[in-house]
Each structure stands twice: as C-alpha cells, then as structure tokens.
C-alpha cells in the first residue's frame, strides 16, 4: 500500500520533467496529452510506489505538483479503538 500521494495541478505545469526525473521511486511519467498552455504535464504511472517525500513539490519551478504523507492504516485503527 502506498505510503504517500501526489497531487498535480495539471494547469499550471510547463512540462519541464524535472519531477519525473527526481522522483526516487518512479512514481511518475510525462503524459502524451496537452494541458491548455500547450504542455504535457506529469502524470502518476506507479502511484503504490509514491513515499510522499514531496521531492517532486520541492523541485517544481511551478508550483504545479507536490507529494503528501498518508495516514499508516495501522496508527488510524488503534486510534479508532481508543476509549477517552
Ligand atoms: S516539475 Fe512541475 S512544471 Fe515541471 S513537469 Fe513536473 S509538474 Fe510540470
Ligand atoms: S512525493 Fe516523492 S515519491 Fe511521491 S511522486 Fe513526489 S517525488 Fe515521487
């Protein structure tokens, strides 16, 4: 299961591929389609892989992708199981 997400705001891409390039676990690829400004953005092509390390919203000149941590299942059930 994936211990991290990614988001795109395919809109404000300009293709440039430095996510695709950095990304440690190659959660991502360069799609074929065209976003309005007339670039491909990025696309998730191995999503379970994504760690949410956030190295792809750290390197992105544009401010048009970042990764996230998801909640471990683990941590949330206990916490659900917890009497206050
Ligand atoms: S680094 Fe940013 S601008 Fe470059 S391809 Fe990825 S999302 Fe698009
Ligand atoms: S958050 Fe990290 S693992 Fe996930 S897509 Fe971005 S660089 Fe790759």
Redesign the pocket.
């Known amino acids: 299961m994936a211990k991290g997400a990614v988001h ?1 705001t395919v809109e404000r ?8 390039e950095f990304c440690p676990t190659h959660v991502l690829g360069m799609s074929s389609a065209f976003n309005a400004k007339g670039y491909h ?2 696309f998730v092509v191995n999503g379970e892989k994504c760690s949410g390390c956030d190295l ?1 919203g750290m ?4 401010f ?2 970042y990764g996230f941590k998801l909640p471990a299942p683990s941590v949330a059930g206990k916490a659900e199981g917890v009497k206050q």
């Open positions: 795109i891409c300009k293709g440039c591929g430095i996510c695709v953005p990025p792809c390197y992105c000149p544009d048009a992708i």
